[in-house]
């Protein structure tokens, strides 16, 4: 079924919709959550929350794309129960990958208006369409899939200097690019 009719389904509060969310992005959803959770009951927890705030949001809001839509709400879900489980504690280099972002969108000074946050969604989003595909695939699939980089390395047939050097060097990039298009940002 088409994200429209998807859309429309939720809309109209069938319960259809959400059936039909489930059909469509449930495996792409467990791997966006079990990457950042490692933990398969705390990612199906995650997935459902998800599933509940598109309930929630539509009406009156309808995503341009449902996917992006969807699998953005169950990665937030996913690193806030991350941040939760994890306080005090030491575990996996999730908050390794965390403060790598944080470095460069983190200390961003936007505020936390939906559209300043759209707004630099998009030039993020922009930004990505001119890179290469190796290293808009490298960077999207450790910062928004939080893949490690011991994955990416066997993934790509490179060593882990290779991938994280490429990530320094995207972030690097980045930083420039927003800071050129007005945005304030500071490392740490």
């Given at each position: 079924?088409?994200?429209?009719?998807?859309?429309?389904?939720?809309?109209?509060?069938s319960e259809q919709g959400l059936s039909e969310?489930?059909?469509?992005?449930?495996?792409?959803?467990?791997?966006?959550?079990?990457?950042?959770?490692?933990?398969?009951?705390?990612?199906?927890?995650?997935?459902?929350?998800?599933?509940?705030?598109?309930?929630?949001?539509?009406?009156?809001?309808?995503?341009?794309?449902?996917?992006?839509?969807?699998?953005?709400?169950?990665?937030?879900?996913?690193?806030?129960?991350?941040?939760?489980?994890?306080?005090?504690?030491?575990?996996?280099?999730?908050?390794?990958?965390?403060?790598?972002?944080?470095?460069?969108?983190?200390?961003?000074?936007?505020?936390?208006?939906?559209?300043?946050?759209?707004?630099?969604?998009?030039?993020?989003?922009?930004?990505?369409?001119?890179?290469?595909?190796?290293?808009?695939?490298?960077f999207t699939r450790r910062y928004f899939l939080?893949?490690?980089?011991?994955?990416?390395?066997?993934?790509?047939?490179?060593?882990?200097?290779?991938?994280?050097?490429?990530?320094?060097?995207?972030?690097?990039?980045?930083?420039?690019?927003l800071e050129k298009r007005g945005y304030n940002?500071?490392?740490?």
């Amino acid at each position: 079924m088409e994200d429209a009719q998807i859309i429309d389904l939720i809309y109209d509060r069938s319960e259809q919709g959400l059936s039909e969310l489930d059909g469509k992005y449930r495996k792409l959803l467990m791997s966006v959550t079990s990457g950042i959770l490692r933990c398969n009951e705390d990612a199906e927890e995650c997935v459902s929350d998800a599933y509940v705030k598109v309930w929630n949001v539509i009406p009156p809001y309808r995503p341009k794309h449902l996917g992006a839509f969807i699998c953005k709400i169950a990665r937030n879900a996913a690193i806030d129960k991350y941040r939760y489980e994890s306080r005090g504690k030491r575990s996996g280099g999730g908050e390794v990958l965390f403060s790598e972002l944080e470095d460069e969108n983190g200390a961003c000074n936007i505020g936390t208006y939906d559209e300043d946050i759209s707004s630099l969604s998009d030039e993020i989003s922009a930004f990505l369409k001119n890179a290469d595909v190796e290293s808009r695939t490298i960077f999207t699939r450790r910062y928004f899939l939080a893949e490690s980089i011991s994955s990416l390395a066997e993934r790509f047939g490179k060593t882990e200097n290779y991938i994280s050097l490429k990530l320094f060097r995207m972030r690097e990039k980045l930083k420039k690019y927003l800071e050129k298009r007005g945005y304030n940002v500071e490392s740490r």
